[in-house]
């Protein structure tokens, strides 16, 4: 493992991929036709601008609050992330982490300037290992504590466990997912969850550059809530400095 802490979004990013990734889901403005949802999601990354110094835009259509501008910092100690929005009253974001691959803290904000305020407060710790990655953190501005734990014993199967406690409402959630890889090209997962919550995907790897997710979410406690949904991917390195990828996500929702 690297002496490098990360970013502040890679503090606890292996059970929260598990446990939420592949999953088809939107944002909260999308394109809707009859029972289905769609969007389109596009990344751009150029490394090694300088040392530690990368760069990355990412578009969302049609949620442009979600489209933003963010340079990324990298040090042997630290990780900074600084961006913008693309839209007329941008969200500014900032975020820092300080330790090692080991073990680092960090915190996230995002300042709201339509509003004049602050919009996110988080701030969270981990601790990473060959063997296990445990995070926790703070977040809906402290409204929100959670643990997770994420583990991968066997090299095609991983586990992950989430709990989090809201302060408000005094509930506590637990979510608990596996994943395992059938092939090269071939991964099945699953999660359930005290809220009722149940999930599955299958991800396939059609080409080098091409992944094809097909998911399914329902919630026991309220069967109306049922979801099928499919995403396809296209992602392209050019010589490790220019990374490229374009996302859309598809859902079928049965609410009505």
Not at 21 to 42: A, C, K, N, T
Not at 192 to 212: K, N, R
């Amino acid at each position: 493992m690297g002496r490098k802490p990360g970013l502040y979004s890679d503090i606890g990013i292996s059970a929260r991929g598990l446990l939420y990734g592949d999953y088809v889901h939107q944002p909260p403005i999308h394109y809707r036709f009859g029972y289905f949802d769609w969007s389109l999601h596009l990344l751009c990354e150029i490394n090694k601008i300088v040392r530690g110094l990368t760069t990355v835009f990412r578009v969302v259509i049609p949620y442009q609050r979600s489209s933003r501008v963010e340079l990324q910092y990298l040090h042997d100690y630290a990780g900074i992330t600084m961006g913008v929005s693309m839209t007329k009253n941008p969200l500014v974001n900032f975020s820092c982490v300080l330790g090692t691959s080991l073990c680092n803290i960090g915190t996230a904000m995002s300042f709201d300037t339509l509003v004049g305020q602050l919009s996110k407060w988080d701030a969270g710790l981990s601790f990473n290992t060959a063997f296990l990655n445990a995070a926790v953190t703070l977040t809906e501005k402290g409204d929100a504590l959670s643990a997770s734990c994420y583990s991968n014993p066997l090299k095609r199967t991983a586990f992950a466990t989430e709990l989090t406690h809201r302060f408000k409402q005094n509930q506590t959630a637990m979510k608990l997912g596996g994943q395992h890889s059938l092939s090269d090209t071939t991964m099945v997962k699953a999660r359930v969850g005290t809220d009722g919550d149940i999930g599955a995907a299958v991800q396939l790897e059609c080409f080098s550059a091409f992944l094809l997710t097909i998911a399914g979410e329902i919630n026991v406690k309220t069967i109306r809530t049922a979801k099928i949904g499919m995403s396809c991917s296209f992602s392209y390195d050019i010589r490790h400095h220019v990374f490229s990828s374009i996302g859309i996500p598809l859902n079928i929702d049965f609410q009505h």
